[in-house]
């Protein structure tokens, strides 16, 4: 890319602060934590700090979002005020590679030192070209395309300007019905930790991720730290208590695996955790993730989050909140500009140290020296790249095959699916979602044209043409409208069934019933919590009326959340799982329910019976009067108007095929210190098409120092097999395998027996193992 003139001056300005080397007096050398430990970059930093002011280091720390220039000049707002004196360090949530070429440009005018500003977004799953919500890809079990789907995210944003991306998500979710479940990989530690690093790595580039200067990769930020999955109740933002135990176990690995694999930056969670808001939390900042985990990388506050300690009652006044916030270890201020406006006479007042701004500001240099952007600030705005890359056809394949592999078959009944054109004549297509296109690229779709999304009825149709196969729509009920000033369901007070008529009419005449059915896509995402978590407004009642025709109905959902499924269990032949699929929504539902693809998706949240069993997972603790539902008694855990178990538990997903698990097998039943053994089954194919099994190996410690899980996640193959096809599917069981925080919170695996499965899904316990851990 061509170089301007102005990016030829700043290579030298940076030249001459390398030679300079560290200037002694004011650098922070001696406090700061780096990121890449590359000495040369720690010159650079050190150097352009000590040519600083106190007010430009401050600017460094303030993040707005990018409403201050958008014609060529700086707009008259606030944060324009800021920008024209040169103290924005970076911007969020505006594109385009020839719109951020000029904020750069507006920035570097104003900027004494020509810092470049470090431009961001939250592209959650995927830019333009829309992949599936992270929590249905992520039923694909299938690490490489959830690298693949974020290192194309990462093509086209850093094409169109962005270098720093608010992804991934990778809070542990246990409960649906927080709507910010759709942004994660479910309930599982294990599982989470494996995600997020694939997740980093693709956002951050998959040969050399560390290597962010090229034009291609991007810096990812883990978020949220920590625990606001578990916010009372599923209410967003809501509070969370919770012992240090289950900090450790649960929610704190996938951020240390995220550490792990070099994630560049961290943000901060909105919740209070054990009555301290986690934006202010020492404990979490400075104790974890600096002191025992190490991490050099920059940390950024959630939106508005500084200020929200206030209303926390936390801190008296965003003065006091931004003292708590850069004590804890914040680098950079979202939107709040408690650091801009407060900092300095904190400084002053001798509350706050320029040796802790130091610090921060080290961080957000290293982050942009990094970058890349000191010898090319536009290095991200390539207009002509941008052209080649968003949205090309090689992207839009892979978008295909992650919707195909991210569908989860819940029930077949009878093999209703797939939908066999020399069977299948006449199909009613009925639901809110047949020719819905608004909602198929899901939440957080930040640049998606919805206008672009493929509808289902348009993926069947092309499906099916010339086949002889007949389609006939009618919407039977719309999806209800939330009014947010309000939040009431419009649709909940005056049920709508005027269609119901026409509905039941055409599959009166039909030899199969599809039904299209969910929720619109703000029902789940940020601040979309629900209290009722079954099909919203009246598609159920419509369903109930669909049924009295006793034609087979086949059900297609399209939804951010597990959802109580409980009559639609009972009452249709065919649960077809679809989540939010992104722009080829249409197509990939289409080559399942034709049989194109043979759909593998497994669950990766359970979904309960009803709301009442939330939170509901499989990998819970055993009481000490465990319930068997092979031998009920009184006195035991149990529910008297529920079963324990859920509706549909992890790990669980149907194929159009068959699959046995047989001969499992364990090379020794002695494991020792240091040493290994392997577990291994045949998994045989014994149905009539090909197709991919997810081989899943769950470990129970028997007797610990405290309670353990009746079962855990800790390992997984996803194998595929032509019908008729065996194989043999192995797993390596080592200490590293076995170890827990024990009594003492030390991470160890402790002595003692232990039983395995080899198994389809977390309820499957037929291919049972025992072993032991011995000195």
Known sequence: MKKVKLSIVILGFVLVLVSCGKVEGQGSATQWQSYSGDQVVERKVDSLLNLMTLE???????????????????????????????????????????????????????????????????????????????????????????????????????????????????????????????????????????????????????????????????MACAKHFVGYGAAQAGRDYHSVDMSDRTLHEIYLPPFKAAVDEGVASFMTSFNDLNGVPCTGNQYLFQEILRDRWNFGGMVLTDYTAIMEMVPHGFARDLKHASELAIDAGIDMDMISEGFVTHLKSLVEEGKVSEAQIDVAVSRILEMKFLLGLFDDPYRYCDAER????????????????????????????????????????????????????????????????????????????????????TFTYAQGTPLPVIDRSTQKVSTTEVPDKSGFAKAVEIAENSDVILVAMGEKFHWSGEAASRTDITLPGNQRELLKELKKTGKPIVLVLFNGRPLDLSWEEKNVDAIVEAWFPGIMAGHAVADVLSGDYN?????????????????????????????????????????????????????????????????????????????????????????????????????????????????ELKGFKKINLKKGETKTVEFTIDEETLKMYNIDMEWVAETGEFEAWLAASSSDESNHLEFSLVE
């Open 386 to 469: 941008e052209k080649e890359v968003v949205m090309n056809p090689e992207h839009l394949k892979v978008a295909r095959e992650a919707a195909q592999r991210s569908i989860v078959l819940l029930k077949n009944e009878y093999s209703v699916l797939p939908l066999k054109k020399e069977e299948t004549k006449r199909v009613a297509l009925i639901g809110p979602f047949v020719k819905e296109r608004e909602s198929l690229n899901g939440e957080w779709a930040i640049k998606g044209d919805r206008s672009k999304s493929v509808t289902l009825m348009e993926g069947l149709e092309e499906k099916y043409e010339d086949s002889g196969v």
């Open 56 to 218: 430009e280091k401050i600017g460094q720390m303030n993040q707005y979002s990018g409403n201050f220039a958008t014609t060529g000049e700086v707009a008259d707002t606030k944060s324009g005020e800021y920008l024209k004196k040169g103290m924005i360090g970076s911007t969020f949530n505006v594109f385009g590679a020839d719109h951020l070429r000029m904020l750069q440009e507006q920035n570097l005018k104003h900027s004494r030192l020509k810092i470049p500003m470090l431009f961001a977004a939250d592209v959650i799953h995927g830019l333009e070209t829309t992949f599936p919500i992270p929590l249905a890809e992520a039923c694909s079990w299938d690490l490489e395309l959830m690298k693949k789907s974020a290192r194309i995210a990462a093509e086209e944003a850093t094409a169109s300007g962005v270098a720093w991306n608010f992804a991934p998500m990778i809070d542990i979710a246990r409960d649906p019905r927080w709507g910010r479940v759709m942004e994660g990989a479910g309930e599982d530690v294990y599982y989470g930790t494996q995600v997020a690093r694939a997740r980093v790595r693709g956002f951050q580039g998959i040969e050399d991720y560390t290597d962010l200067a090229k034009p291609n990769t991007m």
């Open 599 to 711: 759909p593998s998706g497994k669950l990766v949240m359970t979904f309960p019976r009803n709301v009442g069993q939330i939170p509901i997972f499989y990998n819970v603790k055993n009481t000490g009067r465990p319930f068997d539902e092979n031998n009920p008694t009184d006195y035991k855990s149990f529910y008297i108007d529920s079963p324990n178990t859920p509706l549909y538990p992890f790990g669980y997903g149907l194929s159009y095929t068959s699959f046995e698990y047989a001969n499992a097998k364990i090379s020794s039943d002695q494991l020792e210190r240091g040493g290994s053994i392997t577990a291994s089954v045949e998994v045989t194919n014994t149905g009539d098409m090909d197709g991919e099994e997810v081989v899943q190996l769950y470990i129970h410690d028997k007797v610990g120092t405290v309670v353990r899980p009746v079962k």
